[in-house]
């Protein structure tokens, strides 16, 4: 599918440049170009492809779905699998909180959709396929969906409503399900086109930089640390290689976007690729700066069990991982 | 006509562009407008408003979770 690319990159650097190509330098930069490209393009077209869904499934038509339905316990399922394609900010956590406790929405459920939202996003996917291929995302996915459901299950089941902030208890006590049938905007197709053409640029603007220092990172140690380094310190029979990841990871905050690649030469080098998800989950699942906005609805002690139970699932699934693959 | 701007946000980078486009667009144009932060939570919230940062004009919510283009927000004040 990309051999055009391929093909372009060593044009560029064999025959712009005039690079020799049995130099180690040269066929760095030809791969260097070749895999950025590729990713951004890969990248530009899921950011994109979300963008067009987001744009029919905005945020306040998901509260209102989740709000107004009787779903039977899927709605732990609906609201992780909304939580993919609403695009995530941190600083939008404590809004949408908000939002839907007011709606009435269990607060399990609520738990659910903020869990998976951060986890997989799109610009994690878009990522994801560049650098793992397609079958390692749909399970990449799916595992964040799951993990969401899973959390928000269990979230629900410890009845922690007395843990929230004063005022957000009393935001429950007037909560209301919503009764009307959310009215989307009627806005054809090739309005909303151009808007989302421009989001998706935007997207990829930002994180731009991320992206092509991680890969550039990657690139190197590609080519320092030596195959299969890791395997003597991380195997798969290392039982606490998991849950030490894990741990590691959730004071680092990262978009997806820096740490990917970085994870992708991580497992290239020996890291078992359970070990390796879980750190990443860590990363971009559950970071300080996002505990910190939370502590305006949130007790310290209900942000401990909601970040505790999270790891727990995260260490449960680097496991399965690490046994299914 | 003299309109009242107000932008909600909890300071994260992508409210703080929304305030510049929004100051650029009324000094370029010499709108007759008055800009206001709102940076509080709780205020922010009844506004009914999920995703930040959000534009609201004359007390309409117009813009959510996103920074529009400064054409955009010409067109939203006139």
Known sequence: MFDWLEHMAQWL?????GMNPEDHLAQALEFFIYDSIKILLLLFIVVFLMGIVNSYFPIDRVKNYLSRKKLYGMEYVMASLFGV??????????PLFIGFVRGGIPLGVTFAFLVTSPLVNEVAIGLFIGLFGVNTTILYVMSGVLLGTISGLILQKLKLEKYLTPWVKEVLANAERDQERFATEKQPFKQRLP?????????LKGVLPYVVIGIAIGGLMHGYIPEGFFEKYMD??????????????VP???NASGILPIVQVLV?????LGTAIAFMMGVVGLSLPEAMLLKKVMTLKLIGIFFGVVMLCIIVSGYLFNIIL | MKHTIQILGTGCPKCQNLTNVVKDVVVENQLDASIEKVEDIVDIMKFNVMITPALVVDGNVVIKGRVPSKEEVLALLQ
């Not at chain 1, 394609?85 to 404590?94: A, D, E, G, K, Q």
């Not at chain 1, 808007?195 to 997207?203: F, G, S, T, V």
């Not at chain 1, 606490?240 to 590691?248: E, G, H, N, S, Y």
């Not at chain 1, 290239?268 to 078992?272: N, Q, R, Y």
């Open chain 1, 268 to 272: 290239a080098k020996g890291i078992p």
């Open chain 1, 236 to 249: 798969k029979d290392n039982l606490f290689a998991v849950p030490m990841a894990t741990i590691l990871a």
């Open chain 1, 13 to 17: 650097v064999f025959d712009v440049f």
């Open chain 1, 195 to 203: 808007i989302i053409w421009k989001e998706a640029l935007k997207i």
């Open chain 1, 252 to 254: 680092m905050y990262s």
């Open chain 1, 85 to 94: 394609v609403t695009p995530f900010c941190s600083c939008s956590s404590v």
